[in-house]
Nanobody
Framework: QLQLVESGGGLVQPGGSLRLSCAASGFTLDYYAIGWFRQAPGKEREGVSCISSTGSTTNYANSVKGRFTISRDNAKNTVYLQMNSLKPEDTAIYYC?????????????????????WGQGTQVTVSS
């Protein structure tokens, strides 16, 4: 069974940090661009960050630039999202997704229909 599984979410105070992981099973991530998306209550899903299949290209939403870092370890078949200086507005369910199209990275993980595999999400709550 091909699937992505996110982990690492939780409750953190403003200014804190979390590291999300996106692990693949049933297939190798080596040939896939990976995007991190989030959806807050009452809001549309948005692209947060994405990374090309080789890791040579990354992209970030303006709202997280300088605070979040995406990386990948293809040997571990896992992609990470390091989130620092978290703000209450970062509260959302975070999803990772895999696309065979590296061109989506330059466009900040769009179009989303090019993402073939999606995880079930992990909740991130930033609150004091």
């Amino acid at each position: 069974q091909l699937q992505l599984v996110e982990s690492g979410g939780g409750l953190v105070q403003p200014g804190g940090s979390l590291r999300l992981s996106c692990a693949a099973s049933g297939f190798t991530l080596d040939y896939y661009a990976i995007g991190w998306f989030r959806q807050a209550p009452g809001k549309e899903r948005e692209g947060v960050s994405c990374i090309s299949s080789t890791g040579s290209t990354t992209n970030y939403a303006n709202s997280v630039k300088g605070r979040f870092t995406i990386s990948r370890d293809n040997a571990k078949n896992t992609v990470y999202l390091q989130m620092n200086s978290l703000k209450p507005e970062d509260t959302a369910i975070y999803y990772c997704a895999a696309s065979e199209d590296d061109d989506t990275v330059q466009a900040l993980c769009v179009p989303t229909y090019r993402y073939d595999y999606w995880g079930q999400g992990t909740q991130v709550t930033v609150s004091s």
